[in-house]
């Protein structure tokens, strides 16, 4: 799946998806962008830490969340039940990818992830007080998953923040193996 993400102003941009069945998606964008839009950073801290279950696995596996719009191609037949089945089948891990982007965006915006060592702590308090789910997606996150997101998110904003308005940032989901 390709997202391309366009630059449409200084504190605006627009999302489209070109899905592995062949349809095109325009994504709403709410926020006006920081930053880094927050999209982008779901996408990078989702494929990073291969949340299969969050907001861009369930658009791969066609979920079609409020505002999302076709723009061209044919979905398949029964694509509503589908995009239900995969939005119940996500359930809180939804939530839980929602968690570790605010956060994780927020460390990495503080410098907690490149802090010493003696501050990695903080960051890990930071993570266990906003989400303490009953059925996780996955372990705690450890120190070098902390700077290896942070790192990827770091990146993308700064090439984020290097296009001109107009420009775009094309990303590609992984597909499962």
Known sequence: MKITFTRTGEHTYTTSVLRDDGVTLEVPSYDRTAPLPHDLAH???????????GFWGCVADG???????????????????????????????????????????????????????????AAHALLSREWKPDKPARGPLAADEVRRVCAALRETEQRWQALAVGESLTVTWPRDK
């Open 63 to 121: 979920a079609m969340f409020g505002g999302m719009t076709v723009i061209s191609g044919r979905r398949r037949p029964h694509a509503g039940a589908r995009s239900q089945v995969v939005l119940r089948e996500a359930g809180q891990h939804g939530t839980e990818a929602e968690v570790f982007v605010g956060v994780l965006v927020r460390i990495m915006h503080a410098g907690l992830d490149t802090a010493p060592a003696s501050l990695m702590p």
């Open 43 to 53: 996408y990078v801290v989702e494929r990073e830490l291969g949340l299969k279950q």
